[in-house]
């Protein structure tokens, strides 16, 4: 079934209810550079492969883009060590509404929010850590 995408500038119906989803939980990469006890990842008998989203699976949701208030970069593993992650980031931003964030989980591993600004070149509003394992 084929979503009805608003066309005009009619207020939305609230979230549950419109036909695209205003929030994007997207799984960059199950890649990591840690080995955290509590991770899923190294729970006996765990058999999640390493792999990157591919930009051709990227790009088949680039019809919601336009529709969202945050697109949340996150999953298993560290989303940074993505080689396409700024592209991502860039090519979501130029979808996306002007009030509309973009974030994503980051164990803190593979930079600092210091370190932020040289890495992307479009503003990310969200980095969340686990203050534990600094």
Known sequence: MTPVIPTTAEPLPVPALRPLPSKLFVETTTFCNLSCPMCVKH?????????????????????????????????????????QLASFIA??????????????HNPTACCSPRTMPEKFSTPVRTVSAYPSIL
């Open 43 to 83: 729970a006996e008998g765990s058999t999640i492969e390493e792999g990157h989203l591919t930009q051709a699976t990227f790009d088949a949701l680039k019809p919601a883009f336009s529709h969202l208030e945050a697109l949340f970069l996150n999953g298993i593993g560290e989303p940074l060590i993505h080689p």
């Open 91 to 104: 090519q979501a931003r130029a979808e996306m509404a002007t009030e509309a964030w973009i974030g994503f």
